[in-house]
């Protein structure tokens, strides 16, 4: 599988940004596809996640920090997912990397990274 993420740049504090991703190869398998950032000197953390395996309910997931603000969406056919980045604060400033989440059955789980895109808020 591979993730081909697109977005970020530089917004001012308060401002919007969308990131996107895509997945390709054999993304059949995939349960869930999200976001994870990290920072500066911080570790990666999770940011938001959504249910891409196209059966039954689609549930998404937040990160404390971001709820209210962020919104995640994805096309489970495309197997895309996007991020509606809201009311920017400079805290958000990060690389923000592309998550695929695997299986949606049982079996051992696995994880695919994106590339990973900077995100900087300006205050």
């Known amino acids: 599988v591979q993730l081909q993420a697109s977005g970020g740049g530089v917004v001012q504090a308060g401002g919007s940004m969308r990131l996107s991703c895509a997945a390709s190869g054999s993304t059949f398998g995939l349960n869930d596809m999200g976001w994870y950032r990290q920072a500066p000197g911080k570790q990666r953390e999770f940011v938001a996640a959504?249910?891409?395996?196209?059966?039954?309910?689609?549930?998404?997931h937040y990160a404390d920090s971001v709820k209210g603000r962020f919104t995640i969406s994805g096309e489970s056919t495309k197997k895309t997912v996007y991020l509606q980045m809201n009311s920017l604060k400079p805290e958000d400033t990060a690389i923000y990397y592309c998550?695929?989440?695997?299986?949606?059955?049982?079996?051992?789980?696995?994880?695919?990274w994106g590339q990973g895109t900077l995100v900087t808020v300006s205050s």
């Open positions: 998550n695929a989440h695997g299986p949606f059955d049982e079996g051992p789980q696995y994880d695919y």
């Open positions: 959504i249910d891409v395996h196209g059966r039954g309910r689609i549930n998404t």
